[in-house]
């Protein structure tokens, strides 16, 4: 089944990157994995992604996004419902190889339904004025990757 790409706003641009980014999280995960790296490994690059770039990512759609729509839309209660959980999972720090795996589906999960419904609910709304406060927030969230230890290459 093929699907076309989805319109996505300019100002919401840089939020999809920012899924981009995650998406890749949860490959690193797989493919750390199918490389027998060690879950403390894993575990470090997850965290560190975690702190500087997926909690600001929720911070920014919990405070500028999801308001467009309102916090009793069905879309928004399910995407902070996910914000929950993850973060309750990126804070576990035993059983590691299962708070990685649910991280990873998890995470994927989550950043599919708000890129093929909840952008597109919220893109479909929201004022001119919105949009330009989001692409003015989003810009000092661009993305340095960690090289320290690149487990996945």
């Given at each position: 089944?093929?699907?076309?790409?989805?319109?996505?706003?300019?100002?919401?641009?840089?939020?999809?990157r920012?899924?981009?980014h995650?998406?890749?999280?949860?490959?690193?995960?797989?493919?750390?994995?199918?490389?027998?790296?060690?879950?403390?490994?894993?575990?470090?690059?997850?965290?560190w992604?975690?702190?500087?770039?997926?909690?600001?990512?929720?911070?920014l759609?919990e405070?500028?996004?999801?308001?467009?729509?309102?916090?009793?839309?069905?879309?928004?209660?399910?995407?902070?419902?996910?914000?929950?959980?993850?973060?309750?999972?990126?804070?576990?720090?035993?059983?590691?190889?299962?708070?990685?795996?649910?991280?990873?589906?998890?995470?994927?999960?989550?950043i599919?339904?708000?890129?093929?419904?909840?952008?597109?609910?919220?893109?479909?709304?929201?004022?001119?004025?919105?949009?330009?406060?989001?692409?003015e927030?989003h810009?000092?969230l661009?993305f340095?990757e960690?090289?320290?230890?690149?487990?996945?290459?």
């Open positions: 089944m093929k699907t076309n790409p989805i319109k996505r706003n300019i100002a919401l641009q840089g939020l999809s920012d899924h981009h995650g998406l890749l999280l949860a490959w690193k995960i797989r493919k750390g994995f199918s490389k027998n790296i060690s879950n403390d490994r894993i575990k470090r690059y997850v965290d992604f975690f702190i500087n770039y997926l909690l600001p990512h929720f911070k759609e405070t500028y996004i999801f308001p467009i729509l309102g916090d009793a839309h069905e879309s928004v209660m399910r995407a902070q419902a996910a914000h929950r959980r993850l973060v309750r999972l990126f804070q576990k720090t035993s059983n590691l190889t299962s708070v990685l795996t649910h991280i990873e589906e998890e995470l994927e999960q989550h599919r339904f708000e890129e093929r419904q909840l952008f597109n609910e919220i893109q479909e709304v929201a004022s001119p004025e919105q949009l330009s406060k989001i692409a927030i810009e000092d661009s340095v960690n090289t320290e230890d690149t487990f996945w290459i």
